[in-house]
């Protein structure tokens, strides 16, 4: 099973846990309802769409408020530190938190008591916490744009905001940075880095890039990035090898872009809705290409 | 006892540092012209709760004063404006894993016709031309992205709060960034 960790972007979001469902364009764990704008619910409702289209169990979601004071993210911090050793998830993904190298680390100390070990994904904040912590290598997915990319790939960055000029964030140097981020041991097994072209990498190079098909406006719509890690994360939890989950869902969240048809201002809720037309083609196609 | 030279050289198996263990990635340093600012910061910042101390700065700090206060460098936004309304804002915030890094400055702007799209950093905003209205904000990673994603679209630039005022973290100081970029391009 599944499980999603991450925040809602508000205040006085309890601390709850639960299977989601979708329900009239929200994302509902429990009695809660959360409008899918970006961010965790986005990536939630995402992965509750793949999941369905693929007759899998829906994801089991653990989730708090926070709007950037950290003070959610810090309780449930401490709840998967406290409580994640008993469980029995086969992937996980961490999401929005607030970067915060300690409690990362008691947390990485819970998930190495689980056994057998799940797979471990991370994005956003909780990446940037587990690439400050030293502890990259834990991870079995990083899935960063290009400009958290050159924060991985500067060894010195302690966040995105100072990741430095002379790295410069371009698609052009999407190789030298991948490059950077292993040498150094800031990236996971496996690196799914979003932009223009989608690059699956490990390290020892890049795999597979997806460019198509192509919508420019997709690169504004916030959320985008957080739908594509919720379709990975479905997959890897399906038991598909990382690399071609990566490609697969790709190419996926691509398609459902191009269905949306795409202005930069669409929101992201309009793409979410084509995900699992866009899946089922995408897989459909796989077995077709075997 | 003997140090074996080959022992130092050969690459160490990296395990997670225990918790509390001193690592401090996640840091920052302020920086304040004489003492008696660092100490008023210090009062301030500790009466509503801050996780800070005071400690002597590195050799890499030219400026300021023989101290500085440690801060949790993600949370600098917020704390900024905290210093801001006690009247005794820093000279500089630097990390404390690397005290001459500097934000990032560079802004990448992409033409879509009608809407202009500005990232800095790891943050984009993107305004309808012609009304001067914000529809979207994609990038970040900290919590107050989507929050300020939620209260910022829809609205033209003239309207939308900032997210110097109501942002938390360096995603949002970013987002800062592309926001006044977007107000100088539009």
């Known amino acids: 099973m599944l499980k999603i960790v991450g925040t809602v972007p508000e205040t006085d979001f309890p601390l709850v846990s639960g299977e989601a469902a979708l329900e009239n364009g929200f994302v509902t764990v429990g009695n809660k309802r959360i409008p899918v704008n970006r961010g965790t619910p986005a990536l939630l409702a995402a992965a509750t769409c793949a999941a369905k289209a693929l007759d899998r169990p829906a994801p089991f979601a653990h989730l708090v408020g926070d709007t950037g004071l950290g003070h959610g993210s810090r309780r449930l911090y401490a709840d998967l530190a406290e409580n994640l050793g008993g469980s029995d998830f086969g992937t996980i993904i961490f999401h929005y938190l607030q970067p915060d190298v300690d409690w990362h680390n008691r947390v990485l100390f819970a998930l190495e008591k689980i056994n057998p070990r799940p797979a471990l994904i991370a994005d956003a904040g909780f990446m940037y916490a587990a690439k400050m912590s030293g502890q990259a290598k834990a991870y079995d997915l990083f899935t960063p744009d290009i400009g958290e990319l050159a924060f991985l790939a500067d060894k010195d960055a302690p966040h995105p905001f100072y990741a430095r000029g002379f790295i410069l964030h371009r698609e052009e140097r999407v190789l030298d940075m991948i490059q950077r981020a292993y040498k150094h041991g800031n990236a996971a097994g496996c690196l799914l880095v979003k932009g223009e072209r989608d690059y699956v990498a490990g390290p020892d190079g890049v795999h597979e890039t997806v460019d198509g098909p192509v919508e420019e406006a997709m690169e504004a719509v916030g959320g985008t990035g957080d739908t594509l890690s919720g379709i990975v994360s479905v997959l890897i939890d399906s038991s598909m090898d990382i690399r071609q989950a990566c490609a697969a869902a790709a190419r996926a969240n691509r398609l459902a872009g191009r269905y949306a048809r795409p202005t930069p201002a669409t929101q992201v809720g309009e793409i979410i809705r084509h995900i699992p037309r866009a899946l089922n083609e995408v897989l459909v196609q796989k077995t077709l290409d075997f | ?186």
């Open chain 2, 1 to 186: 006892m003997t140090l074996s030279l080959l022992g130092l050289l050969k690459p160490r198996e990296r395990k997670p540092e225990r918790p509390g263990s001193g690592l401090n990635q996640d840091r920052g340093f302020l920086v304040f012209e004489n003492t008696s600012e660092v100490i008023r910061a210090e009062s301030a910042l500790k009466a509503k709760g801050w996780r800070i101390r005071v400690m002597g700065p590195p050799s890499e700090i030219q400026r300021g004063c023989d101290l500085v206060i440690e801060f949790p460098l993600i949370e600098e936004l917020d704390i900024l404006r905290e210093l801001l309304a006690a009247g005794v804002s820093p000279l500089q915030a630097v990390p404390v894993t690397s005290p001459l890094l500097s934000p990032v400055n560079l802004f990448q702007v992409k033409d879509f016709g009608p809407y202009l799209m500005v990232r800095a950093a790891n943050m984009k905003l993107t305004v309808e031309r012609a009304t001067r209205i914000i529809v979207n904000v994609s990038g970040g990673g900290c919590p107050d992205v989507p929050y300020l994603a939620g209260e910022m679209t829809g609205k033209t630039l003239d309207a939308a709060e900032s997210p110097r005022e109501i942002g938390h973290t360096l995603c949002g100081y970013a987002l800062q960034l592309a926001f006044e970029e977007a107000v100088r391009r539009c």
